[in-house]
């Protein structure tokens, strides 16, 4: 896949933006606050409907302005055009696809694809277990945007679910039958969504491992106990192991172990008002070799960790449709030369490249030049090597 226009409209800091793009790579150059990350963002978001940088979509309106829109134009592998458009307006949201008004945001996004690498997804080795459920949601709405929908209808579940236990907590009073209306909704919604992440976990696996690898140009026969290993830990104690051709439980039987897993926690669950087993609790554990790589792992592996993640992700939403277009922020600036120079190779074989550099010569890759200051390109795309 690869994006032929990008319009913004009062987004960030561009008032105004008629962007068109080439296949191949280009490299958006401009000192810190110009507005570069920008771009990657807005792209981003007609990728998966929020952004990967705040959770408020308020925050990508330009200053002063009512609203924001970004509008793409792409072409599929197989040269179907694709358009998407949003209008980000506080309390009201809008979606297109194809010129058509979208009755659900999540019914545009995933038409366009992508894969964000940033310094930011370093919290995917180091920070929150919900960083790395959110990783994996992600790659699953990449690849299948329908996935996108299941998850909401997950979310709707158990903030309902929640909603009748904080009652109980709060009146003394449980309403089993309207509890049970919505144990029996949220763990058939959770079934399918724990079986996709496991899947996804088997899938990664091989490539994961690869990736790192390359990136820290070590050989998969001989530093076998330095490699990345991925595991799914489901909140009720059972964990998966991920690896390549595994079978994957089935979602009936999933849904049945968490259904009791929440008979057991009842009681604590109305005594604390909140679900406590279920995909909001589980882990994606990150490991190389034996030890987990949050705190054991040196600040170059869990880097190398953290780009073999999301490099090994392109791989796997490429599988099943288009190649996602490959966005990369400020990264290069984050590693050594030899590191820069191994992403670089991995990168030159992808459809489409996308990339943000405050300085030129950090990025070992051919390719457009578009210079970018305070919200406007301010020389028209040149071709060549770093500038």
Not at 42 to 52: I, W
Request: glycine share 8%; charged share 25%; net charge negative.
């Amino acid at each position: 896949m690869r994006l032929e226009s990008l319009h913004l409209l009062d987004v960030r800091n561009y008032e105004r933006l008629d962007l068109e793009l080439q296949p191949g790579v280009t490299t958006f150059v401009g000192s810190n606050a110009q507005g570069k990350t920008n771009l990657l963002e807005a792209v981003h978001y007609l990728s998966l409907g929020r952004s990967h940088r705040v959770s408020s979509d308020q925050a990508m309106v330009r200053a002063g302005a009512d609203a924001a829109v970004i509008r793409a134009e792409a072409r599929s592998d197989m040269g179907q055009r694709i358009a998407v458009s949003v209008e980000l307006r506080q309390g009201r949201n809008r979606a297109q696809l194809n010129g058509q008004p979208m009755q659900r945001m999540s019914d545009a996004f995933g038409a366009i694809r992508s894969v964000m690498l940033a310094p930011e997804d370093l919290t995917l080795v180091r920070r929150d277990p919900g960083d790395r459920r959110r990783f994996l949601d992600d790659l699953l709405a990449g690849r299948r945007a329908t996935f996108a929908g299941v998850r909401s209808d997950l979310d709707r579940a158990l903030a309902q679910r929640n909603a009748v236990l904080k009652d109980a907590r709060i009146t003394g009073r449980l309403q089993r039958d309207v509890l049970e209306v919505w144990t029996d909704t949220y763990v058939n919604t959770a079934g399918p969504v724990l079986a996709a992440r496991i899947a996804a976990i088997n899938a990664l696996a091989a490539p994961v491992a690869e990736a790192y690898a390359d990136l820290v140009a070590a050989s998969p026969a001989q530093d076998v106990g330095r490699l990345p290993v991925l595991a799914y830990e489901l909140s009720w104690g059972r964990t998966v192991t991920g690896t390549a051709g595994q079978p994957v439980p089935d979602p009936a039987e999933l849904a049945a172990e968490l259904r009791e897993a929440l008979a057991e926690q009842e009681r604590d669950e109305v005594r604390r008002g909140m679900t406590l087993v279920g995909p909001h609790r589980d882990e994606l554990f990150l490991g190389i070799g034996d030890l987990p790589a949050k705190g054991y792992a040196s600040h170059g592996e869990q880097w190398s960790l953290a780009l073999a993640l999301k490099l090994a992700s392109h791989e796997v939403i490429g599988e099943i449709g288009d190649q996602p277009i490959v966005l990369l922020d400020d990264v290069f600036a984050e590693l050594d030369a030899d590191r820069r120079r191994r992403l670089a190779a991995r990168c030159a074989a992808f459809e489409q490249v996308l990339v943000t550099a405050a300085v030129g010569t950090e990025v070992p890759l051919e390719g457009m030049r578009v210079h970018i200051r305070a919200g406007t390109v301010i020389d028209p795309p040149s071709t060549g090597g770093s500038t």
